[in-house]
């Protein structure tokens, strides 16, 4: 077992362990934050996305390890301390971007690192960007949607409904 | 104006905050003070004698707690089949044991051998590779029609061949079903494959289980879809507990899709162990092990022909499918192919004469059972797929050739044993004529092949049987459950009202839809109304969610608890207002006395009920909570129309969905953006079949499609926005909402209007290919135009 310190949604958190658990695996397993979650074991749904050092990462993907030192931000951080949504999350909310909840936390950060690069993304960018987000629920019509809102662009007039 | 509440308003989705905030609380987030962990050695072979099996060195290892193997569970029930079905012949069908862990021999990969339990999951895992295994391999059985063949090798030593059943269902007559064929003016005829998927919810299956010996209680929290179904199954069948003894909770779920109703090992193994070890017990799948474990779907293999006279009206249909069961039989695998599919194959038309044939087929592959639409996918499937290419061989217009063939009087009964009781499909039709812009169609081909690409539209229709089911028809049938549910309404002195209810929300909104219904029928606001489900302690019963059920039968359940909470309301209101019961009405939360200026309102009756100074306590109780159980008069049957556009490149064979377009008839709906997002989901993996999705064992029966790396779903980038139109609408005649279910149509309707987009597209670039298998992957299509 080596300790792991890091800052996680501005809180700095420490744990003992072994050189094999994931980033994903430390915060549900030991902070019990649990809701960045795990849908695969070969880093292609993206449930677990979240942010190191201000980048979407897989957390499966990368060792408790490797984040020493570093600032992870997670769906249980981008609410506001009174628990108002933000503005992606609300989109998501208004336009029925989810419906099981699984893949939302991965889906959520994904947009959100998505509007900081690319702040009006068109419907191809924001589908090409979430090619490592799997959602079985929506058949993605809705996210997409979401997303495109969440950046302010009128999406009244997507295909009906 | 769009409703702002009640049924028919799209109110925001009230579990939506904790889902996007990660506050939800799904099987796997939920830890038990002091629980170890299970991990489950499975079989790395498809079929094989265990010969030995020594754990002797993984008991020595660090963290374990206990391995269990088959030995541990003699005396023990199997998992039990919830379908017996009757062959040809009136004889029951083979039904081989399940046990927890294997007995003796292996049937698949992934069949679990031994399990077990230790500190840590690392640990676990780490002792499981520990166990010395001596399997002495035997063929695998991969092939349904080799598994058929006289010596073939038996998947299960005490069955007398790999066949299941043989079954039968509409015109029993050959020789009458012969005399159709040899009248016919035009006879056309499609062999195919309805390939085997696997369903992936994205949320793994979690159990875990937990026992207090202080009460001798035992709790399994479970991803199930149907908790009283597991408690049901599990405590009779499985390891003879008593049910007040078990609680099984299943909190939130991700994503069920069919593979989440059935009762699974790795459940009573958990509950099971807890007690044995008196320790809680968790199992959390891995997505590889996901693969290997939860039951897959389809996996058909069909001939069907489809006779038309000369005027090209169909006069007869006969299907021949062999329907693979996988190496043991799931809790509902049965029923898929027979009731839930034959059923099906008239469809939306009046054709007299329909035979279908089913043979069911063991293999060494994992169990196959219910997957959105569950034989209604593959009914429609190789139906409208037939009719296309039949069209196409007389030379009419598809959709003429449906709207020729329609059913248009109701009730109707279909040959094979179902009674439509409402519909509209040439209304429907009309609807996604406009919705899918036909009329521009020729324009944007022009604009297609200007670039090179060949442009295709494929329309097709649907029905489905939904709101499963009526208790006495399905127990006719074979069914050893009935297939009513449950609701309690219990008002609180308050006026707030919780409803318990036996319908399980896996991402379908019921937290949010059946308050608006309860809401409307009161008067109050629809945050008054709470919706409790997954726990057999806190619900009264409950056949679960699947098959579109949950409005159509658990909110039937709903609104006469309700009805009967609203007797007694006015009983009361009467009492305080000294009329007569019968000149109460209630409008918007307030009780008033017909022709009267005299009132009282919701939160004064309620209130009295549970503060009965003034009360007619000799003709009522005190309280208000009352309970329905609702078992449905008949299916429902959403039907609809659906059509896609696709462009194929002619180089490549690469098929992009560019438009898609449902016309849907569900009835009445009670929150429209719920049903929408309903419609895209399964459209989604509709396409995703059609295109991308296909679960394939090679020749020794290893899954080669066992990864996300390699089973492919549709992506972001794989789909178009969607037009969905639910305008056409034949309330369902024998449910007090009028509603059909909506849940599985878009995954039943979507993969023939793609594969016919397909085939009109090639058809349009002058090759004449009449079918493509799914899924229709540009190695396919490019292998057709040259082939
Ligand atoms: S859990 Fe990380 S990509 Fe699937
Ligand atoms: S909402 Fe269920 S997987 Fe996306």
């Known amino acids: ?161 | 104006m769009p409703k702002d509440s009640g049924i028919g308003a799209s109110p925001k989705r009230r579990e939506d905050v904790r889902f996007l905030t990660g506050a939800g609380n799904y099987t796997d987030d939920i830890n038990v003070n002091g629980q170890a962990y299970v991990h489950f050695l499975r079989s790395d072979v498809a079929h094989a004698k265990i010969n030995g099996l020594d754990t002797s060195a993984a008991e020595a290892m660090p963290g374990v707690v206990r391995i269990f193997t088959g030995a541990d569970f003699e005396g023990v029930g199997g998992m039990p089949c919830g379908w017996q079905v009757t062959d040809r012949h009136g004889d029951p069908m083979q039904e081989p044991p399940h046990p927890i862990l294997a007995q003796g021999k292996v049937r698949h990969v992934g069949d679990p051998i031994a399990a077990v339990v230790a500190d840590s999951a690392e640990q676990a895992r780490d002792a499981a590779e520990a166990i010395v295994l001596d399997l002495e391999e035997l063929p695998a059985v991969v092939n349904m029609k080799a598994a058929l063949e006289d010596g073939a090798t038996k998947v299960h030593d005490d069955l007398t061949s790999n066949l299941c059943y043989d079954w039968v269902l509409g015109e029993t007559d050959d020789a009458a079903v012969q005399k159709a064929f040899d009248d016919a003016a035009h006879v056309t005829t499609l062999e195919l494959t309805n390939q085997r998927l696997v369903a992936n919810p994205m949320e793994p299956r979690v159990a875990v289980g937990d026992y207090n010996r202080g009460t001798d209680e035992h709790t399994l929290y479970t991803t199930s879809q149907n908790p009283h179904v597991i408690r049901l199954l599990m405590c009779a069948f499985v390891l003879g507990l008593p049910e007040h003894k078990v609680r099984v909770i299943a909190p939130d779920v991700g994503g069920g899709f069919g593979t989440k109703i059935f009762h699974y090992a790795e459940e009573a193994f958990c509950t099971f162990a807890a007690k044995a070890c008196n320790r809680p017990v968790k199992w959390t799948a891995s997505r590889s092990e996901a693969f290997l474990s939860d039951a897959q779907g389809r996996d058909h293999v069909t001939k069907i022909e489809l006779a038309l006279d000369k005027d090209n009206n169909f006069t007869a249909l006969r299907t021949n499918t062999l329907a693979n069961m996988g190496a043991y039989l799931s809790t509902f695998s049965s029923s898929v192919p027979t009731w839930l599919h034959g059923t099906l194959m008239a469809g939306n038309y009046k054709t007299p004469v329909i035979q279908v044939n089913v043979k069911a087929v063991f293999t060494t592959t994992v169990p196959v059972d219910a997957y959105r639409g569950a034989g209604r996918p593959e009914a429609t499937f190789q139906l409208e797929r037939v009719i296309d290419k039949a069209a196409r061989e007389v030379g009419v217009d598809p959709v003429a050739l449906r709207r020729q063939n329609f059913v248009t009087e109701f009730p109707y009964d279909t040959p094979v044993a179902l009674t439509y009781d409402t519909g509209d499909y040439n209304g429907t039709m009309d609807k996604l004529e406009v919705a899918a812009d036909f009329a521009g169609f020729a324009a944007r081909r022009a604009e297609s092949e200007k670039n090179g690409k060949l442009r295709g539209l494929g329309v097709n229709c649907y029905i489905e049987a939904c709101g499963i089911a009526p208790s006495n028809v399905v127990g006719m049938l074979g069914a050893r459950a009935g297939l009513y549910d449950a609701a309690t309404v219990r008002v609180n002195a308050t006026g707030s009202i919780s409803v318990m209810v036996g319908a399980h929300s896996h991402g379908q909104g019921h937290e949010t839809a059946f308050p608006q219904v309860v809401a409307e029928m009161i008067g109050i606001d629809e945050s008054q109304v709470e919706i409790v489900h997954g726990d057999t302690s806190k619900i009264p019963f409950g056949m679960g969610t699947y098959g579109s059920r949950s409005l159509a039968v658990c909110g039937s359940a709903m609104v006469r608890a309700t009805e009967k909470i609203i007797n007694k309301a006015k009983k009361i209101a009467a009492h305080l207002m000294e009329a007569s019961d019968a000149d109460i009405e209630l409008k918007d939360g307030v009780f008033s006395v017909a022709g009267t200026d005299k009132s009282v309102a919701w939160g004064d009756v309620t209130l009295t009920a549970y503060v009965p100074h003034n009360f007619p306590l000799e003709d009522i109780e005190p309280g208000l909570e009352e309970t329905a159980f609702y078992d449905p008069a008949n299916f429902t049957y959403p039907a609809g129309a659906y059509a896609c556009e696709v462009e194929v490149d002619p180089e490549t064979g690469k098929v992009t969905i560019e438009r898609f377009a449902a016309a849907d008839d569900f009835g009445n709906i009670v929150n429209p953006m719920i049903v929408d997002g309903q419609v895209h989901g399964g459209i989604g993996q509709g396409i995703g079949q059609a295109l991308l999705e296909n679960c394939v064992y090679d020749d020794s029966g290893q899954l080669l499609s066992a990864s996300y790396m390699d089973y492919a779903m549709p992506r972001a980038d794989d789909v178009p926005f969607y037009t969905v139109d639910h305008s056409s609408q034949t309330p369902c005649t024998h449910n007090p909402l009028g509603v059909k279910g909506c849940g599985e149509a878009g995954a039943i309707g979507s993969p023939p209007a793609v594969v016919n987009a397909v085939i009109d597209a090639l058809q349009s670039g002058g090759k004449d290919v009449g079918h493509i298998d799914m899924p229709v992957s540009p190695a396919r299509v490019w292998a057709a135009m040259n082939g």
């Open chain 1, 1 to 161: 077992m080596t300790q792991v310190s890091m800052t996680v949604n501005g809180k700095a958190v420490s744990g003992d362990v072994e050189g094999r658990t994931l980033l994903s695996s430390f915060l549900r397993d030991k902070l019990g934050m649990t809701g960045t979650h795990v849908g695969c074991d070969t880093s292609q749904c993206g449930a677990c996305v979240v942010h190191v050092d201000g980048a979407a990462v897989k957390s499966c993907t990368m060792l408790a390890l490797e984040a020493e030192g570093a600032s992870v931000d997670t769906i249980e951080g981008q609410a506001a301390a009174d628990g108002s949504l933000n503005a992606i999350q609300q989109a998501f909310q208004d336009h029925h971007g989810l419906q099981c909840g699984f893949c939302t936390p991965g889906m959520v950060m994904s947009a959100a690192a998505l509007l900081k690069e690319n702040p009006k993304p068109s419907e191809s960018d924001v589908r090409e960007y979430l090619e490592g987000n799997i959602c079985r629920c929506t058949g993605y019509h809705n996210i997409v949607k979401a997303i495109m809102a969440a950046s302010g662009q009128d999406v009244s007039a997507i295909a009906a409904e």
